[in-house]
Nanobody
């Protein structure tokens, strides 16, 4: 069985920074990519960023490009998301996921428990 455990999150002022981590565990973990999605009240889950575990290829949503950075640990079983120049509209629950490198949430195989990020005005 594969489990994804997230850490990080919190409250930060507009323009500030925050980092999230997601660690995958399990003997059968072999997903090609790990990614991040976010969801706020009244809105559907949206793609944020993803990275290929073997080749390091990255993809970012236009809304976060240039501000957020996704990376992996040397083991390739941990993914990080560095959130810079935060805006109030970045406020959401952020979910880690593992699966193919895609922007479609329905295609991912495993999900973390979520981490709340709140950006004050």
């Amino acid at each position: 069985q594969v489990q994804l455990v997230e850490s990080g999150g919190g409250v930060v002022q507009t323009g500030g920074s925050l980092s999230l981590s997601c660690a995958a565990s399990g003997p059968t973990f072999r997903s090609y990519a790990m990614g991040w999605f976010r969801q706020s009240p009244g809105r559907e889950r949206e793609f944020v960023a993803a990275i290929g575990r073997s080749d390091g290829v990255t993809d970012y949503a236009d809304s976060v490009k240039g501000r957020f950075t996704v990376s992996t640990h040397n083991s390739k079983n941990t993914v990080f998301l560095q959130l810079n120049t935060l805006k109030p509209e970045d406020t959401a629950v952020y979910y880690c996921a593992a699966g193919p490198l895609t922007r479609a949430a329905s295609l991912y195989d495993y999900w973390g428990q979520g981490a709340q990020v709140t950006v004050s005005s």
